[in-house]
């Protein structure tokens, strides 16, 4: 598997250049790439695209989904994800954010950075 997508060690990485990629090719989108001081370890990424959030302010019902859930990788973590519904009652993504632990401060971290 390695050999096709890359190694856990590369990936995170690489991670904030493609934040980088996702803002140049996506302009309007918010992306964050969080770092703590001193030992610049990785505490958290954030993806919001601008369609996704342009689509939820023109359009889609007013209704916010949060939810999340753990990931099981190597490096471990919680995924943070702000959802709303479309016309068909199908999910609607509006952004992602990839966090240590989901707690109080990291869902508040989150919708303020999120906020359009």
Avoid: H
Avoid at 4 to 24: F, N, T
Avoid at 36 to 57: H, R
Avoid at 81 to 96: A, E, K, M, Q, Y
């Amino acid at each position: 598997m390695e050999s096709i997508v890359g190694s856990y060690a590369q990936g995170y990485y690489d991670l904030p250049s493609l934040c980088v990629k996702i803002l140049k090719s996506n302009s309007g989108s918010i992306t964050r790439t969080l770092r703590q001081d001193g030992t610049l370890q990785l505490t958290g990424t954030l993806v919001a695209f601008k369609a996704s959030l342009n689509g939820f302010v023109k359009g889609y019902r007013p209704i916010l989904g949060l939810d999340g859930y753990f990931l099981k990788g190597k490096y471990r973590g919680v995924c943070l994800s702000v959802l709303s519904l479309d016309g068909n009652n199908g999910l609607f993504p509006i952004g992602v954010y990839m966090c240590r632990n989901e707690c109080k401060y990291s869902w508040l971290d989150f919708l303020t950075k999120i906020e359009p």
